[in-house]
């Protein structure tokens, strides 16, 4: 079972940037399609931006496109997720997900689509 450990969160202003790692155990990283998803208070978790197993393909929420990013380094075991021009409405509790059974080099955008996921880490962004 691989464990994923989510850090970088915090407090920040509006306008402000936060950069979200996340740290894979296991031997099947780089062969695992990434994720990150956020779930507010009394909402249900949304998919933000999710990237293939090379890094060569991206995909992202229209809510953040153009101000996140989704990164990986392989070597590392590591996905990354820059936050810039935060806004209030992207506090959330952020997650990271991985799914081990992808058979294509593609972005999946789907909840069911990960079978291992992070603890979550809180993003809060005041106004």
């Known amino acids: 079972q691989v464990q994923l450990v989510e850090s970088g969160g915090g407090l920040v202003q509006a306008g402000g940037s936060l950069r979200l790692s996340c740290v894979a155990s296991?031997?099947?990283?780089?062969?695992?399609?990434m994720a990150w998803f956020r779930q507010a208070p009394g909402k249900e978790r949304d998919f933000v931006a999710a990237?293939?197993?090379?890094?060569?393909?991206?995909s992202y929420a229209d809510s953040v496109k153009g101000r996140f990013t989704i990164s990986r380094d392989n070597a590392k075991n590591t996905v990354y997720l820059q936050m810039n021009s935060l806004k209030p409405e992207d506090t959330a509790i952020y997650y990271c997900?991985?799914?081990?059974?992808?058979?294509?080099?593609?972005?999946?955008?789907?909840?069911?689509?990960?079978?291992?996921w992070g603890q979550g880490t809180q993003v809060t962004v005041s106004s």
């Open positions: 296991g031997r099947t990283f780089s062969r695992s399609a």
């Open positions: 997900a991985l799914n081990s059974r992808s058979t294509y080099n593609a972005v999946y955008a789907g909840m069911s689509d990960y079978d291992s």
């Open positions: 990237i293939t197993w090379s890094g060569g393909g991206t």
